[in-house]
């Protein structure tokens, strides 16, 4: 009876598969491309990183490269075929690149175990970084298996669980282009040795590159700190711009502060050895402060402090100047210093463009730029006038508008005469 009710539970789903026209999973493959845009060194390869990954992991990564899919919803189609190769596969997760040709559609699909790894935004932002670039010069085969070496690590990572291919995985395929040997060669050359089972893959530097906090919270560095530091660290951190809203991770690096007992030169070469690999996850290691010289400066820079305080990601150690509350008249006057300084540079910045007949209004990009440079200010006079500090961005534009460039001034110049009479304090 068991038997037959499984018969009828698989005729069942391919008979639903074929009313709605869902592709159905190769028998030896991880890629179902209807227009051959894949070679096949590239998919045999593909094909080997995938089933290791999934034996490994419980997480399967497939392409489904389409020539049209007519009038279907592409998002819910490529989730519909995701749902349906994981259940297929019998995997625990399964993560889809989708791709539908004429109607120039793609996504990258998470389910199951896979979902609670990879974000939305993550999966976008790699579909940014790695497959627009790739598919916009048509080179399918490269972007996907670029971007399957990031999701693989990724993954790998967060499973504790290293993912290895020997290099006999390689397809050796004839004939071979130049372009195909070219790949091959830059492959070889990307592979990092992990052990005596095979050689782990690779993947391009700008692909190291670490995108979101979660990321770097479950990376090796927070374990790196703790043992390059021992007992000398009080607090490593995230904190700066990069925390602010509008923070693009593939253009800027994260800043790392550090709070050590002792911040020392001889200490702080310790993470020397580290540095490259820092700059290629694209962190920044920016201050080093101990706690003798933050009592003593306090008062000296009480607005760095209160973005620190208000505004941080502790890595390892504890978390940095909890609590922390300037008095008033001492953040009031280093506002006004930054005020001055500020409206010095916009002033120039505005006759600049006055004599080049370019106005810097709200929505151009030299604008954006300036804005982005005054707004930790803007936090810091938010928090003066009413002791909180501000949630994002549109709160504190709200409160100080900022149309153009001279809207910016004219802002500033009031908050600054409110501070000289004392109002703000």
């Not at 992991?57 to 075929?81: C, K, P």
């Not at 979902?115 to 010069?137: A, C, S, W």
């Not at 990009?365 to 936090?379: G, Q, R």
Request: glycine fraction near 6%; proline fraction near 4%; aromatic fraction near 8%.
């Amino acid at each position: 009876m068991y038997q037959h009710i499984k018969i009828l539970l698989a005729t069942a789903l391919a008979l639903s598969s074929i009313a709605f026209g869902l592709p159905s999973r190769p028998d030896k493959s991880h890629i179902y491309d209807e227009n051959r845009l894949v070679s096949a060194q590239q998919t045999e390869f593909f094909d080997a990183l995938s089933s290791d990954l999934a034996k490994e992991t419980g997480i399967s990564i497939d392409a489904v490269l389409l020539d049209d899919i007519g009038e279907r919803e592409a998002s819910q189609y490529a989730s519909d075929i995701a749902e349906k190769w994981k259940a297929d596969a019998g995997v625990d997760g399964e993560i889809l690149i989708f791709v539908a040709q004429k109607q120039r559609r793609k996504f990258i699909v998470s389910k199951g175990t896979a979902n609670g790894i990879l974000d939305d935004v993550t999966l976008k932002k790699l579909d940014q970084e790695i497959l627009v670039p790739h598919f916009r010069q048509e080179h399918y085969g490269d972007g996907l298996l670029v971007l399957a070496a990031k999701l693989t690590f990724m993954i790998s990572d967060d499973k504790g669980t290293p993912i290895n291919i020997d290099e006999k995985d390689l397809p050796q395929e004839e004939p071979m282009t130049i372009r195909g040997w070219i790949f091959i060669v830059v492959v070889f050359g990307l592979l990092i040795a992990l052990g005596t089972r095979g050689r782990r893959f690779g993947f391009f530097d700008n692909m190291k590159k670490l995108l979101s906090v979660s990321e770097i919270e479950k990376s090796q560095w927070p374990e790196i700190f703790k043992n390059t530091f021992g007992d000398n660290l009080v607090s490593a951190f995230i904190s700066g711009k990069c925390l602010m809203e509008g923070f693009d991770a593939l253009k800027s690096p994260w800043t790392i502060n550090f709070i050590l007992k002792d911040n020392s030169p001889a200490e702080i070469e310790k993470l020397a050895p580290f540095m490259k690999r820092a700059s290629r996850e694209n962190l920044e290691f920016v201050n080093f402060y101990s706690p003798a010289e933050i009592i003593h400066s306090l008062d000296k820079s009480p607005l760095e402090y209160v973005h620190i305080a208000n505004r941080n990601v502790a890595l390892c150690g504890i978390k940095p100047l909890t609590g922390f509350s300037p008095h008033p008249e001492k953040l009031a006057a280093q506002c006004e210093r930054e005020i001055r300084k500020t409206l010095d540079q916009l002033r120039s910045n505005l006759e600049e463009a006055s004599e080049q007949k370019t106005p810097v209004k709200h929505g151009s990009a030299s604008f954006a730029k300036i804005l982005d440079e005054v707004l930790p200010l803007l936090y810091g006079i938010y928090y003066l006038e009413t002791e909180n500090y501000p949630e994002n961005n549109e709160v504190v534009l709200e409160r100080y508008p900022a149309r153009d460039l001279a809207g910016l001034i004219q802002t500033l110049s009031g908050t600054l005469a409110r501070i000289e009479r004392g109002i703000l304090i």
